[in-house]
């Protein structure tokens, strides 16, 4: 919620803090990430898996005042910052040719696939009467099995009953060909297309048709 992370950034930096953005996982939501989709700057930054282009990698970046203390042209630097691994060449040209191919097309391109399957799976949980949600940004959503709204870390952690729920429908989905991660989690990728989709949509409405054959 943007009126939720406005807040925090008003009483971090009231409290003379800085403002500090995870996007290692939410850099892929958009061209500018989660900050740029609810138009907020953090004063940092940490980046990592889709910038290395397939590579380990990590990176920081933020406000030129803040990265200042990085900076070396001017002596020692205040916080000297490097590693074994430190701006490997393998990684960074592999990294230059992921940002290249990151375009904003790719991203609609993405956001479309990814509202395709989110409301294609949200149809099969109602068709099948199951208690669930297909919850998501982008290219990336997971499928939970709740009743209740998900609102915040306790409404998502799930009970006994929802594990079992999501084991099946792992292990429906890898039975129909379909490998997702095994609690519900979905990554889609710029080659996937709408034929991609609609086979994941299938292999879906399988598994969730199976769990409630169950009930």
């Not at 958009?30 to 930054?45: E, F, N, R, V």
């Not at 609609?108 to 949200?122: E, F, K, P, V």
Request: charged share 20%; glycine share 12%; with cysteine.
């Amino acid at each position: 919620r943007k009126d939720y992370l406005d807040a925090m950034v008003e009483i971090a930096h009231a409290a003379g803090s800085l403002v500090i953005f995870d996007e290692v996982i939410s850099l892929r939501l958009g061209y500018s990430g989660a900050q740029g989709l609810w138009s907020i700057t953090p004063d940092l930054t940490a980046l990592g898996k889709i910038i290395g282009g397939g590579f380990p990698v990590g990176a920081v970046g933020g406000r030129a005042d803040v990265m200042a203390v990085f900076d070396p042209t001017r002596g020692k630097p205040a916080l000297p910052h490097g590693g074994t691994f430190t701006a490997n060449p393998v990684t960074m040209r592999a990294g230059l040719a992921a940002m290249r191919a990151l375009t904003p097309a790719s991203f609609a391109h993405l956001d479309a696939i990814g509202s395709l399957l989110r409301d294609g799976i949200t149809a099969s949980l109602a068709r099948h009467g199951l208690n669930g949600q297909c919850v998501g940004l982008g290219s990336l959503f997971k499928v939970h099995f709740p009743a209740l709204p998900i609102t915040d870390y306790r409404s998502v952690y799930p009970g006994a009953s929802e594990r079992t729920k999501i084991d099946l429908f792992h292990k429906g989905l890898l039975d129909r060909g379909v490998l997702s991660a095994s609690y519900g989690l979905f990554a889609l990728s710029t080659s996937m297309t709408e034929e991609d989709a609609r086979e994941i949509l299938s292999a879906s409405d399988g598994a969730l048709a199976a769990i409630a054959a169950k009930q």
